[in-house]
Structure formats: structure tokens, C-alpha cells
């Protein structure tokens, strides 16, 4: 995978770069397997230890035609400071001493033990990139989908990034366009901590109690991931929103191919083949150099069926199919089509 710069790195680069021993390495693995987007997003240490303050432009400056012994007056962006807050994602498990001895790789027993509680993580952590709100939640950190929240321009410019797909009911999906990027949108850390999912062994000699309340030995784990998103400029994310589950099956949902050649055509800056996310620099020419980061489209496996159906009755010239490290891969006008179990069939309409 490409690296953007030293500083906005993927899990799997962090994986790379860990001691010798490798000692995390697996976690990361697992967490990126479980959920495609967390695959694509981009990490970047905050400045701040609580998250991460970045100044948006608001407003371009507009410069004056000047003429001979004539004076222009002077100019300077509009920006504005925006904090994006980091939470705590955290877990404990406990795992009988007496079984885990018994077993002939007690580590790797150990570890598949609690492998369900890193596959729930990841699961939360990808949820909460689209659904998580501080408002209402203050332990969680604020995803997407409270960010582009309305159609109306006239409550909030980055409206014009949201694509009304018609639904009005409550069965409704959306479709993600994100590009990360350092200058756009990527994950965030606490400043001076590490990415991704963090372990520590916290095992004493002091029994744990069942649930009747009785003793016994066991190995205990502390799972932990400080996380949070950092939007430093909307228009590199477009959401199609509104998409009817129920009008889809019934063949009367919207046409969303053309929604999302709208979508592709909204971000100011996209390569000209539009730059798949495993794309260098080296592969050949396929990510064009003038970009602001990774585009990935992001989908639930309902809405990636009826995709695929509409490819085929269409057999339109923007998708493409390749095989990715051993994985077949969908694309749509150069950006890959990635599927994701936490966007819901169950979003409320936005108006």
C-alpha cells in the first residue's frame, strides 16, 4: 500500500513498523480483516491529547485587476478552527488459567480466545466512523453521518456533498465516496499514544470471580483503542443518502449509477482514473499523481448485490473487475467498491 507521507500511515503500514518481535502485528491483522474500511482509512498522530485542532479554509480570497498607478486592496483566506475529539474504545477479558495451560500453543489459544472481542471492536470502531455522535453519546467520537446530516444547503454547506436518493421511509441505506488524505480526512490518535488496538496482559495472582461470585485463576486482558476521525475538509466525502431497501428489491429504487457519477464528479481534486486504494505511485501508472489521498466507495452487502445486478444489466464502461492480492475487487470509475457490514438498512431519512 501507498504511503501518503511518514506521518498518515494505513494499519497494515503501522503493522510494518512495529519491533522486531511483531508482538502487535497480529492484532492489527485481525482488526483489518474483519472490516474492509478500516482497511483503507488513513491514520495520523493528533496534536493534541485529546484529538486533533486543524484550521478548515472557509472562504477563498479573491485577488483585484490592477492597473498602472493603481493600488489593490489587500486579501486573506477565511478560516476556522475545528477540534475533532478522540474516545476510548476498551475492553477486559478473562480466560481460565487452567484451560489455556493445557493447551500446546497456550499463547495462540490464548489469543483465539479473545478474537471475538477484537472482531467486536473493529465491528464498533466501523460503526462508529459513520454513526458515532458525541452529542449524543459523549463517550463516542463523531462519525460521519452526523456530519452530513441534511440535503438543505441553506443548514450547512457541506449539504451540497449529500445526494438525495429518494427514500422516505425508515428502510433507507447510503452509499460513501471518502478520500483519505492527510489535507482531507483521515483517523486520528491521541497526540503521543500509538495506533490501532492496543493489548496489555494484566494477569495477577489475584483470583477473578465467576458469576456466583466464587474464585478462580485466570489470564486477563486490556484491550484499548484510542480513536477519532478528523474532517479537515468535507468535500472529499460524498454520501448518497436515502436509498429505499424496500424500493430496490422492488425494482423501483433509484438509478444508482447515476448517483454515483454525481458523487464521483463532487470532490475539487480526483485522479483521472480516479486512483484505487491499493494504488502507488510505481503500479503502472493506474493512481494518477494529482490527488488528495485514497478513494474507496463504501456500501453494505445489500446494496453492493443490486450494484452488481445494475453493472450487469448495464454493462456500463465505468466499472471494472481485478483480482487484488487474491481478492476480487469492484470498481467503479477507478475507485474500488468496498463493502461494509456497519452501514445499516435502517437509516432514518435525511431532509
Given at each position: 500500500?501507498?504511503?501518503?507521507?511518514?506521518?498518515?500511515?494505513?494499519?497494515?503500514?503501522y503493522?510494518?513498523?512495529?519491533?522486531?518481535?511483531g508482538?502487535?502485528?497480529?492484532?492489527?491483522?485481525?482488526?483489518s480483516?474483519?472490516?474492509?474500511?478500516?482497511?483503507?482509512?488513513?491514520?495520523?498522530e493528533?496534536?493534541?491529547?485529546?484529538?486533533?485542532?486543524?484550521?478548515?479554509?472557509?472562504g477563498?480570497p479573491?485577488?483585484?485587476?490592477?492597473?498602472?498607478?493603481?493600488g489593490?486592496?489587500?486579501?486573506?483566506?477565511?478560516?476556522?478552527?475545528?477540534?475533532?475529539?478522540?474516545?476510548?474504545?476498551?475492553?477486559?477479558?478473562?480466560?481460565?488459567?487452567?484451560?489455556?495451560?493445557?493447551?500446546?500453543?497456550p499463547?495462540?489459544?490464548?489469543?483465539?480466545?479473545e478474537?471475538?472481542?477484537?472482531?467486536?471492536?473493529?465491528?464498533q470502531?466501523?460503526?462508529?466512523?459513520?454513526?458515532?455522535?458525541n452529542?449524543?453519546?459523549?463517550?463516542m467520537?463523531?462519525g460521519?453521518?452526523?456530519?452530513?446530516?441534511?440535503?438543505?444547503?441553506?443548514?450547512?454547506?457541506?449539504?451540497?456533498?449529500?445526494?438525495?436518493?429518494?427514500?422516505?421511509?425508515?428502510?433507507?441505506?447510503?452509499?460513501?465516496?471518502?478520500?483519505?488524505?492527510?489535507?482531507?480526512?483521515?483517523?486520528?490518535?491521541?497526540k503521543?499514544?500509538?495506533?490501532?488496538?492496543?493489548?496489555?496482559?494484566?494477569?495477577?495472582?489475584?483470583?477473578?470471580?465467576?458469576?456466583?461470585?466464587?474464585?478462580y485463576?485466570?489470564?486477563q486482558s486490556?484491550?484499548?483503542?484510542?480513536?477519532?476521525?478528523s474532517?479537515?475538509?468535507?468535500?472529499?466525502?460524498?454520501?448518497?443518502?436515502?436509498?429505499?431497501?424496500?424500493?430496490?428489491?422492488?425494482?423501483?429504487?433509484?438509478?444508482?449509477?447515476?448517483?454515483?457519477?454525481?458523487?464521483?464528479?463532487?470532490?475539487?481534486?480526483?485522479?483521472?482514473?480516479?486512483?484505487?486504494?491499493q494504488?502507488?505511485?510505481?503500479?503502472?501508472?493506474?493512481?494518477?499523481p494529482?490527488?488528495?489521498?485514497?478513494?474507496?466507495?463504501?456500501?453494505?452487502r445489500?446494496?453492493?448485490?443490486?450494484?452488481?445486478?445494475?453493472?450487469?444489466?448495464?454493462r456500463?464502461?465505468?466499472?471494472?473487475?481485478?483480482?487484488?492480492?487474491?481478492?476480487?475487487?469492484?470498481?467503479?470509475?477507478?475507485?474500488?467498491?468496498?463493502?461494509?457490514?456497519?452501514?445499516?438498512?435502517?437509516?432514518?431519512?435525511?431532509?
Amino acid at each position: 500500500m501507498a504511503i501518503l507521507t511518514n506521518n498518515v500511515l494505513t494499519l497494515a503500514d503501522y503493522a510494518t513498523r512495529l519491533g522486531p518481535d511483531g508482538t502487535l502485528a497480529p492484532l492489527i491483522n485481525m482488526v483489518s480483516q474483519n472490516n474492509e474500511v478500516l482497511e483503507d482509512m488513513l491514520w495520523m498522530e493528533g496534536n493534541l491529547p485529546t484529538g486533533h485542532k486543524t484550521t478548515q479554509v472557509v472562504g477563498i480570497p479573491q485577488a483585484s485587476w490592477r492597473l498602472l498607478n493603481y493600488g489593490v486592496p489587500y486579501v486573506k483566506g477565511q478560516t476556522a478552527s475545528v477540534t475533532d475529539t478522540t474516545a476510548m474504545l476498551e475492553a477486559y477479558t478473562k480466560t481460565d488459567k487452567k484451560l489455556v495451560d493445557l493447551a500446546s500453543n497456550p499463547a495462540g489459544f490464548r489469543l483465539g480466545e479473545e478474537s471475538i472481542v477484537i472482531q467486536g471492536m473493529s465491528i464498533q470502531m466501523a460503526s462508529a466512523l459513520f454513526y458515532g455522535n458525541n452529542q449524543a453519546n459523549p463517550a463516542m467520537f463523531t462519525g460521519l453521518a452526523p456530519r452530513y446530516s441534511t440535503v438543505n444547503t441553506g443548514t450547512a454547506p457541506n449539504a451540497a456533498n449529500v445526494l438525495d436518493a429518494g427514500g422516505t421511509g425508515s428502510d433507507n441505506t447510503s452509499i460513501w465516496l471518502v478520500v483519505w488524505g492527510q489535507n482531507s480526512i483521515t483517523g486520528i490518535y491521541p497526540k503521543g499514544s500509538q495506533a490501532g488496538l492496543q493489548h496489555e496482559d494484566v494477569t495477577t495472582n489475584a483470583p477473578v470471580l465467576d458469576a456466583a461470585g466464587n474464585p478462580y485463576q485466570a489470564y486477563q486482558s486490556h484491550y484499548m483503542w484510542d480513536c477519532g476521525i478528523s474532517l479537515r475538509d468535507w468535500r472529499y466525502v460524498v454520501r448518497i443518502a436515502n436509498i429505499s431497501i424496500a424500493a430496490l428489491k422492488a425494482g423501483t429504487g433509484p438509478n444508482l449509477i447515476d448517483l454515483m457519477i454525481q458523487a464521483v464528479n463532487l470532490p475539487p481534486v480526483m485522479p483521472s482514473g480516479a486512483g484505487n486504494v491499493q494504488g502507488t505511485a510505481g503500479d503502472g501508472g493506474r493512481a494518477a499523481p494529482v490527488t488528495m489521498g485514497r478513494a474507496a466507495i463504501y456500501c453494505n452487502r445489500t446494496v453492493a448485490t443490486w450494484l452488481q445486478i445494475a453493472f450487469r444489466k448495464e454493462r456500463t464502461a465505468f466499472t471494472s473487475v481485478e483480482t487484488v492480492m487474491g481478492r476480487t475487487i469492484t470498481s467503479f470509475e477507478g475507485i474500488p467498491i468496498r463493502k461494509t457490514d456497519a452501514l445499516l438498512n435502517t437509516e432514518a431519512r435525511v431532509v
